[in-house]
């Protein structure tokens, strides 16, 4: 199969917002794309049904987005977080920037991001796109697959043939869940002790933010959390993020009096502002966080996996998403650099992407913990700071992870977790220094930190 | 439900080994017992159609089985075995005592255990056995299961009501499969990367053994090897571990030709004992490995797995039929502690076992480097040697960590795993001292690693 081959078919599983990207690239590469998608078209309907937890974007999705000339109109639906609002218990308020001024996050509606790349992928010329078909069966070996409409009665299947099929089917993936009966499949799926719920923060009587609009809120409380994230019309989505069991947890918060003394004595200066919580904490069905890890991605270099199908992950880095757009950046380059011969390009993208995808997957458990203490815990923030100083003295030198991980596309996340647990023994040591607290700014803890950093380079 | 209740029923999906025993257990403590097989009676059947891997018993094994009566029973179908022979690449045999003259493997034919732990269990006055039932359905909210009788044409369900079920339905586990719908449910399933398959040594002309019978065999050869575990029939089954893929493996070694060097190259001294090796190796199927590890083993206190349904794992060490053993004989201890209390003693049972078989489950993944690499590696048998030469000088201060896995039913396994790596850490340092191959058995050292054995305990 050659890209001058008229007849290499691909079938896409899911219109999501990677399905989407993945039939823009592939249509340029001159391929005949069927995008297949079980919901209706989100673009004729009112409200959004599926997943809905806000996104974030950052420089590897714009890296991506950058390449298919997309760049700019999908940031004039963004808002830019330059820094985060830590706030406290008591109502304090704590900003820490992102980066310098260019660097932000950059808060963004699924929905809106979904349907900006649906309407490019459908003015490609060769991409189809089918809704309400629900994947049915797949052969592994062919990757012939059916479909069922969902509209006709009774249900029929309908054959697809075609010479790869990608799985961009999201977290519950359909073919991963099929992927199950092939040989030798490695597969993890592992539930955080933590559910979430979407709250929201409504704009002003004149139709402007409550909050900063430019900054990511966080009250961080220890083993729970809410945040706020931005919409374009003047509304936030606030996330709580609480245990599924415990004290307090979504099953200890089972009456509004309950409830109503939680968020007073937790989130004191938000709870004014948002619409209805007590009522939505009681009655909105909590929604479970988990990460699967599968291997292989690719099967019989014929079907492979992308996306949150291959790496679903907790939302703590706002990287699932970037991490995807990565995943279709990267196959784009392999497409030119194996000049289409996908029997090198498959095995070269699982190589490529898995290791990284395991990568910002534990980076994302390991900084749930990071955020929820960071409001309360002296030491962590002290290690900031130092950081952030030595960053400012030899920026060549020193590159915080979240930097790394966030503004840094071209740091594959491997490596970029690699250097912060090497960071991280070294700022150990430094934590050591006899009265770090009184001496932290006196100039031989940066000579020592340096000498540590050196040392290792 | 108490033990006086005469209708309190229980399911057990499985009988196996684990299924066979719990249901003795469950018989003997008043329940009204369903053990349901989806095989034959395997003692009627001639061939023996399912996972053959023999298997060998320590100390957890017999802990159970004595509380049942049956450990001399059980013992007389066993060969024991006092040490591992490792055959190096040139020939040469190095003799590891397993312990003392008294601790020994046990090797046995996991058929010949399971006919006469299924025979046992048939001659429970409570325990009703069905053969050939397939479990179709299960709800997990009342532990109602249906099940296919596989002789019947057309198939027909048949409910049974139980006021609680076991799945001790095996590695391949269907109820744990069923599982899978539930809400919260963490699995995972994890290959390695080599398969194996069975050979055999026959028994010489006068029927007896050709290699010594009250030894393990190994021949250890880094990436894969051989082993040999004696049967009562003056055979030997071999089991070879090697790569799925890559050089050598399963893949590669594709004509007679390429395996006969194979064989004459790694296993020189064994081949012309093998059975028919060469078209084996060619012909038969390879059997995966692989680990499995869930959370919860509970559901709604109405439904819990046992054995390899919970926690298969790779067989390196062992012991994966001892855990489930282990878990037989705590269940049983934790029904009298909890006097019937079903709503304690599941949540107990998961606490007490789920710990310890990941504990199991991790050695046993890290064991198979080191049988590989212990002919090979200089390093590791000195280490070895200067263990053994402090545990037979302190022999309260250091048990080596196979000995607490193998020989100390009373030291969990968890316990075991934590005080093993804290001694390969005490080692590690050990190991560091300049010259130590030279001067290893100068007191010096062993005063050394006991002041390091003290600082920590």
Partial sequence: MTSTDPKAKITIAGAGPVGS???IILARANYEVNLFESRADLRKQKAYLGKSINLVLSDRAWSALK????EQEVKSLAIPLYKRLIHTVNGELKSQNYGNNKQALWSISRNQL???LLSHAEQEQRVNIHFEQRLHHLDFNTSCASF????ERPYQQREIEADLLFAADGAYSKVRRLAQETPRF?????????SYIELTIPADAQGKHQLD??????????KFMLIALPNLDGSFTCTLFLQHQGNPSFQSLNSAEVINSFLQENFADVFPLLDNPVENILNKPENPLFLVSVNPWVFNNKIALIGDAAHAMVPFYGQGLNCSFEDCRELSALIEQHQHDWQKILPAYQAQRKVNADAI????ISHFEEICQQASKEEFLLRKKIEDKFHSLYPDLWQPLYTMVSFSADIPYQQARKIGEQQKRMMDEIMCIPNISECWQQEFVYNKLKQLVEKIT
């Avoid at 490695?186 to 933590?194: D, G, P, T």
């Avoid at 430019?214 to 009250?219: D, E, K, N, P, S």
């Avoid at 997957?361 to 994302?364: C, G, M, N, T």
């Fill in 114 to 116: 979904n349907e900006c």
């Fill in 213 to 222: 609009k430019h900054a990511l809120h966080i009250w961080p409380r220890d």
């Fill in 21 to 23: 990207t993945l039939a």
């Fill in 361 to 364: 997957s534990k980076l994302a």
């Fill in 186 to 194: 490695s597969y993890s799926q592992n539930y955080m002790e933590q």
């Fill in 67 to 70: 390449e298919l000339d997309l």
């Fill in 148 to 151: 069922i409409n969902q509209q």
